[in-house]
Nanobody, 119 residues
Framework: QVQLVESGGGLVQTGGSLRLSCAAS????????MGWYRQAPGKQRELVAA???????NYADSVKGRFTISRDNAKNTVYLQMNSLKPEDTAVYYC?????????????WGQGTQVTVSS
């Protein structure tokens, strides 16, 4: 199993920046990709950014050029640097770890952290 602990959410004005962190523990070797998802009220959870182990990051079109995902393997931590924030970025942000054990796949989720962007 993998445990994920997030931090870094908060309230920021339009145009501001925040950095989210997600520390992973447990069966780290089974992690194949880590990423961030978000869910706004009344909407489905959506992928924001993901970074595969040894691969290149990918981003939702809505955040390209504004958000950067990075990973510190020594600390087992993934970050999401969010710049030029907009009110539509307001959501609960969830860290995700996609893992594989033999032929089985598992998704693990953090507890979520609120990001609110005021206009």
């Amino acid at each position: 199993q993998v445990q994920l602990v997030e931090s870094g959410g908060g309230l920021v004005q339009t145009g501001g920046s925040l950095r989210l962190s997600c520390a992973a523990s447990g069966s780290i070797s089974t992690i194949r990709s880590m990423g961030w998802y978000r869910q706004a009220p009344g909407k489905q959870r959506e992928l924001v950014a993901a970074i595969p182990s040894g691969g290149s990051p990918n981003y939702a079109d809505s955040v390209k050029g504004r958000f950067t995902i990075s990973r510190d393997n020594a600390k087992n931590t993934v970050y999401l640097q969010m710049n030029s924030l907009k009110p539509e970025d307001t959501a609960v942000y969830y860290c995700n770890a996609w893992t594989t054990v033999l032929s089985d796949e598992y998704d693990y989720w953090g507890q979520g952290t609120q990001v609110t962007v005021s206009s």
